[in-house]
């Protein structure tokens, strides 16, 4: 107990060694993302489709029926960078492999607090948070799709500043506050700093009731005296600086490895002119999603939907040891923070066992008449409301059907809202092939549709050490 609280330093804002204007600021974390992105591009690789090559004549040909033949794709071996042969077997292991999905590490806190803006105008802007695998993610309020800080204890060496004293809290806030947008402190709010020792200019502050923030300090100053000292620090990578380390928009393949549980998010940039059409019809920065499940063997899966094998699984140790991941611009991953329970998962595996093998199949009318479906609760059993499912009629798109067998026909991004809605992620009647590979972007303008509780992490471009 000593040693935490060696960590908190326990002064009133007036002994803080912070002016106004060292306060942290997230307003423009999409150009340091964009930044971050131009400057790791690699050289182009091979390329590996995801859609049918005639994808935008399904946009422009809008009389086509949706009964006409699907075109055949090139073989997928040669899309991806070569794979042995008889490949299909360990497609086949990984089916049998995926059962009873681990349920892992609990999430450490979870709540709302303000977080100051270094704008003398905005001032204090409510948050929600997230404290969870050594990592403090704050949101918009309304929008826990996407975060808008994420600070890593295990990469910055962080000081704790409690300032419990009320009265001299109110006064330096009323040393910092306009006249003109001042609404005053509420009653029983304190105030805690986060200050980065790389970094000792920056500072991060945070208030909220005193319970509630007492309780995090506790719980971050815990984080911060037990983060492992083996992993590089900030100083090490040569893309992070001062303007940026709150994000880290990058994860190596070892950490992804480690953290990575069932439903989580993996989202492709491929090359070449039919993916920069997706991207360019669907106005996102992906083409391609995939969902991460992890076997009871600890052994982590890719389950996708692709041109030529349909819906499949393939373990990320063969994904990664063909190449594949050399045929993308970028791989992003996104951590979904949900209970995870045993009814969740056993739900999603009912669900993704009776779709393995489904055709691939995106079409204009799966896309555009396909408004509406049935509806699933935080535990993934079916509730559509009865005024909706007689409205449903012939619009009712058939990848949410409740009954087992699954549908006949995905596509990628159609595949993963119906698996998220299994688990108790999205919510709602909305029909999951009116989700894009965007849609699972945090940088998306439409909000995800998502439980009480449920947030989705910062997007993390995967990396490999050489």
Request: glycine share 6%; proline share 6%.
């Amino acid at each position: 107990m000593q040693k935490v609280r060696d960590i908190l330093y326990y002064r009133t804002e007036n002994e803080q060694p912070f002016g106004h204007e060292d306060l942290m600021d997230e307003d423009k974390e999409e150009d340091l993302a964009d930044q971050f992105h131009d400057a790791q591009e690699p050289d182009e690789p091979q390329q590996r489709w995801m859609a049918p090559s005639l994808l935008g004549g399904m946009f422009w040909q809008t009389g086509q029926s949706s009964q006409q033949p699907e075109t055949v794709l090139p073989d997928e071996v040669a899309r991806r960078g070569g794979l042995p042969q008889k490949a299909d077997a360990p497609r086949r292991a990984a089916r049998k492999e995926m059962d009873l999905p681990l349920h892992r590490s609990q999430i450490d806190a979870v709540g709302c607090f303000e977080k100051r803006s270094p704008w003398w105008v905005e001032g204090w802007r409510p948050r929600s948070y997230l404290l969870k695998d050594g990592r403090l993610l704050y949101f918009p309020k309304n929008r826990p799709d996407r975060p808008i800080g994420s600070l890593d204890f295990s990469l910055a060496r962080y000081e704790v500043h409690c300032c419990w004293a009320e009265e001299a809290a109110a006064e330096e806030e009323a040393r910092r506050a306009c006249d003109v947008c001042d609404t005053g402190v509420p009653e029983d709010y304190v105030t805690f700093f986060l200050k980065p020792q790389e970094y000792p200019n920056k500072v991060f502050a945070f208030r909220g009731p005193l319970v509630d923030m007492q309780a995090l300090a506790w719980k971050i100053a815990d984080l911060v005296r037990t983060s492992p000292t083996s992993k590089p620090r900030l100083q090490d990578q040569p893309s992070i600086n001062s303007s940026n380390f709150w994000r880290f928009p990058h994860m190596s393949d070892d950490d992804f490895r480690g953290c990575a549980e069932c439903g989580d998010l993996l989202l492709f940039r491929g090359t070449g002119g039919r993916c920069q059409l997706i991207r360019c019809v669907t106005t996102g920065r992906y083409d391609h999603v995939a969902l991460v499940l992890r076997s009871q063997s600890d052994n982590l899966l890719v389950l996708e939907s692709t041109g030529t094998d349909g819906v499949a699984l393939t373990p990320w140790k063969n994904f990664v040891g063909w190449g594949w991941h050399k045929c993308y611009q970028r791989i992003a991953f996104r951590k979904v923070y949900f209970k995870r329970d045993h009814t969740q998962m056993q739900k999603l595996q009912e669900y993704v066992y009776s779709i393995l093998g489904a055709r691939y199949s995106l079409t204009y009318d799966k896309v555009f008449k396909k408004s509406k479906s049935f509806s699933f609760d935080s535990q993934g059993f079916e509730n559509t409301p009865e005024h909706v499912r007689n409205q449903l009629g012939d619009g009712v798109d058939v990848s949410d059907r409740s009954s087992v067998p699954g549908p006949e026909t995905f596509f990628c991004s159609e595949l993963v809202a119906a698996c998220l809605k299994r688990c108790g992620v999205l919510e709602g009647t909305r029909a999951s092939a009116t989700y894009w590979p965007s849609s699972f972007s945090q940088h998306d303008m439409e909000s995800l549709p998502l439980h009480e509780g449920v947030h989705i992490g910062p997007e993390q471009t995967l990396y490999w050490p050489s």
